[in-house]
């Protein structure tokens, strides 16, 4: 199968010879022993070491290895197949577990790639996974020619509109996955008097809502699994030592798992 990557430096068609992609202005990248490929220049990095650190991403592995969010892997995975895409770009894939399940769901012939700046994640996810291809890159740049996927994914990623709007074809499906009203109602109820629920996420600029859909489960979780949990959302920064004190105190917690899976079109030029 011929890879669709194009350069992040110079946006020319990246070609494959052996273990190494390269653009006609001769600008090499070489795979990992994984089987990622590594397209986010140094020059390019905000920080040594972008994305998700080691700790945030062990603590998803764990979480994710108990299959609490299987639920909405495979609604994900049965929503992406009904569509029979050739093409499918995650955007902020994280470790792969969505990313897996919408390529075990379409037939060989489909492209699927899953990209994010966090190496660590990009790696096990490589590791673990053959079907898609993965790769460090931008999501706000990325390594993919105009107008030539058919399924752009963003879950619980952020949403560059204007990106997605030029990956995808003129048919093309955004598709971004987000809190529910209710998402981990009961772990926000531990750390605030005055527990909100979640808004509707705001439709990306040049794009218009075709469905939205809510898929949510009340299950009952392991106390250590609950620390994973919290550990791989932005409640780490607010979970104080007393809050897992008392999160301690019962082997298992009933928690609400929330979310919306909404798609969305190009605006009609």
């Known amino acids: 199968m011929t890879l669709d990557y194009r350069c ?14 390269s653009c006609k ?17 140094v020059q390019f990095k905000r920080s040594k070491h972008p994305g998700d650190n080691l700790d945030m991403v062990q603590a998803r592995r764990a979480f994710f290895a108990t299959n609490h969010y299987a639920f909405l892997q495979q609604s994900l995975a049965q929503l992406i197949a009904k569509k029979s895409p ?8 994280g470790e792969g577990f969505y990313t897996q399940a919408v390529a075990a769901a379409l037939p060989d012939s489909a492209s699927v790639y899953g990209l994010d700046i966090s190496k660590p994640a990009v790696k096990y996810a490589s590791k673990r996974y053959s079907k898609p291809h993965f790769s460090v890159a931008s999501s706000k740049d990325a390594p993919f020619k105009e107008a030539e996927t058919d399924i752009v994914l963003s879950i619980f990623a952020p949403v560059f509109s204007h990106e997605s709007k030029r990956l995808l074809q003129q048919d093309g499906t955004l598709i971004v996955v987000g809190p529910g009203p209710k998402h981990l109602f009961e772990l926000k109820q531990k750390i605030y008097e005055d527990v909100r629920l979640h808004d509707a996420p705001p439709c990306p600029e040049g794009f218009e809502v075709i469905e939205q859909t809510l898929v ?9 699994v609950a620390e ?10 607010k979970f104080k030592d007393s809050h897992f004190e008392e999160l301690a105190q019962n ?7 929330s979310f919306l899976i909404t798609q969305y079109k190009k605006q009609s030029s």
Request: aromatic share 10%; glycine share 4%; hydrophobic share 40%.
């Open 8 to 21: 992040p430096i110079c946006s020319e068609q990246l070609n494959q010879a052996g273990n190494t992609l």
């Open 228 to 237: 994973n949990l919290i550990k791989m959302t932005p409640f780490a920064w």
């Open 86 to 93: 050739k093409m499918v770009v995650d955007l902020g894939c």
């Open 216 to 224: 949510e489960e009340s299950q009952e979780v392991a106390v250590d």
């Open 251 to 257: 082997p298992t917690h009933q928690i609400t798992f």
């Open 25 to 41: 202005n001769r600008h090499q990248f070489d795979f990992a022993k994984e089987g990622y490929i590594n397209l986010l220049p």
